[in-house]
């Protein structure tokens, strides 16, 4: 079973901070049937943080009771074997925010992209933040060269595609993501998935769904068609939705007669782990 979990953004408790994700990433380990699942930490975007990597360990250890550990890929020189055992013991990788572009680069340069494609045919849980919800992607507006120039523009950027769509991060909080997203999708095919902070999409298999640790926090489907742009939020529902629906040019809003169908036929959500995720912040049924 395929799963990836993409967040638009958010804090997991650093220094001054609040944790803000923490219902979402609650939801990463129940995807791993485990009490204690080993999360492994790729923060190769911040340019390999030991500060990112405390809280992360603060946060997905002491707060959630998870077993930890990190892949430093600039700090230090791994083999491909090293590299692939980290990844492939690991029951969640979670993919830290930062530059994505330089992210990518560094994964391409040490076969990463290829053993993360193979942890995904597994089954690993796969996640990130930020730069680590756009690596999942086809592609995605990423700020990376503002490392260097804070003034510049956002660029467009090539991700692993494993989710056969653009993506945007931050979509609430960053001004220019809108028009920014608006922009790059003239020149692009397909749609795109735009996702505010404390929002999540979680993908499994060839279904998906929407979840959020804030309630007002929203994900959006973008695309051009017929030189019209759309911008559609897509529905919160406990149920998994057809991820076709999801990647078609058309609306996202389901009757409900084709969501009880959905209801009837989703084979991913049991009923108890509806009952646990139902609450003000997750989709609720109506």
């Not at 922009?183 to 979680?202: H, L, P, R, Y």
Request: hydrophobic share 35%; charged share 25%; aromatic share 8%.
């Amino acid at each position: 079973m395929n799963k990836i979990v993409t967040i638009g953004g958010g804090e997991i408790g650093r220094p001054g901070y609040p944790a803000e994700t923490t219902k979402i990433d609650k939801e990463l380990i129940r995807l791993t049937g485990k009490k204690s699942p080993t999360v492994l930490f790729i923060p190769t975007a911040s340019s390999d943080s030991e500060g990112y990597y405390e809280t992360v360990k603060k946060h997905f250890g002491k707060r959630l009771g998870c077993k930890t550990d990190v892949l430093w890929l600039l700090k230090e020189k791994l083999s491909r074997k090293s590299i692939d055992e980290k990844i492939m013991l690991a029951d969640i990788v979670y993919v830290g925010g930062g530059n994505t572009q330089k992210m990518l680069r560094v994964w391409k340069q040490n076969g990463v992209d290829k053993i993360l494609k193979k942890a995904w045919e597994q089954g690993i849980v796969l996640s990130g933040i930020s730069a680590g919800s756009i690596c999942w992607f086809r592609g995605g507006t990423s700020d990376s060269r503002r490392f260097n120039n804070p003034k510049a523009d956002l660029i467009k950027v090539t991700g692993l595609g494993f989710i056969p769509a653009l993506h945007s991060p931050h979509y609430d909080v960053e001004k220019d993501r809108r028009p920014g997203l608006k922009k790059v999708m003239q020149k692009t095919s397909g749609v795109a998935i735009a996702i505010d902070n404390c929002c999540a999409i979680e993908f499994i298999d060839d279904t998906y769904r929407v979840i959020s640790s804030k309630p007002q926090a929203k994900a959006y489907k973008t695309y051009w068609e017929t030189g019209k742009y759309y911008e559609e939020v897509l529905p919160k529902t406990l149920d998994f939705m057809p991820l076709s629906d999801l990647l078609a040019k058309k609306s996202s809003i389901i009757s409900p007669k084709r969501l009880a169908k959905l209801r009837r036929a989703t084979l991913i959500a049991s009923a108890g782990a509806s009952t646990r995720l139902a609450g003000s912040t997750f989709p609720t049924k109506k």
